[in-house]
């Protein structure tokens, strides 16, 4: 790893997804999203990351998730990208926000036809009695639809982490590893730093 001072840490993220897009076999975006409820208790999950820019890194999710609701109580979240094929590692940590319904619809309306009917019919996070309660669901939002628009659902949307630290991982032999953190600065920009591994 290279990295310089002075370095945009956004710009270098996607530098290491374009590469990783490459090399890893399925789902390069896939990043592990760590969200605590209103009593500081953890959780963690996968989910694919759907955007990154200088705002933030976004995903989408059923608003009634588990996830949902521990990230709106307690509204600040972790992500962590591993991608073993290039050895590497990146994790994020910031405030999350919601993104606005004109991004959620311009993203749900560029899924797969039957991704959007899924979204319709998975009670996300809820019991599920058996497999066949499912796809009686998928089968009744697929004739609710038939050939026509499959609209966003209203509990359907996105999420943004606001990236207040952005920290960058390489393996090295003998466990001397490399660690680069980038921290928001006050003003705009960042501080960068180099870590111990």
């Given at each position: 790893m290279s990295i310089?001072?002075?370095?945009?840490?956004?710009?270098?993220?996607?530098?290491?997804?374009?590469?990783v897009s490459e090399t890893e076999?399925?789902?390069p975006t896939a990043c592990a999203l760590a969200s605590a409820d209103s009593q500081g208790r953890p959780s963690v999950r996968m989910v694919l990351l759907k955007g990154v820019n200088e705002r933030g890194?976004?995903?989408y999710t059923n608003l009634e998730s588990r996830k949902a609701g521990e990230l709106d109580?307690?509204?600040?979240?972790?992500?962590?990208?591993?991608?073993?094929?290039?050895?590497?590692?990146?994790?994020?940590?910031?405030?999350?926000?919601?993104?606005?319904?004109?991004?959620?619809?311009?993203?749900?309306?560029?899924r797969p036809r039957l991704s959007r009917i899924g979204a319709w019919a998975s009670k996300q996070s809820q019991p599920l009695e058996g497999r066949f309660e499912l796809e009686k669901r998928v089968a009744e939002y697929t004739a609710?639809?038939?050939v026509g628009h499959v609209p966003r659902p209203d509990f359907w949307s996105g999420y943004r982490i606001l990236p207040q630290c952005i920290e960058f991982w390489e393996e090295r032999q003998f466990r001397l590893h490399e660690r680069v953190l980038f921290s928001a600065a006050d003003g705009g920009g960042w501080t960068m730093q180099r870590?111990?591994?």
């Open positions: 310089t001072e002075g370095e945009d840490p956004i710009a270098l993220f996607e530098r290491w997804l374009a590469e076999p399925s789902n890194f976004t995903f109580s307690n509204p600040w979240a972790s992500l962590c990208f591993y991608w073993k094929s290039l050895a590497r590692q990146v994790r994020v940590e910031g405030a999350v926000e919601r993104v606005s319904d004109s991004e959620a619809d311009a993203y749900f309306a560029s609710k639809f038939h870590l111990y591994p």
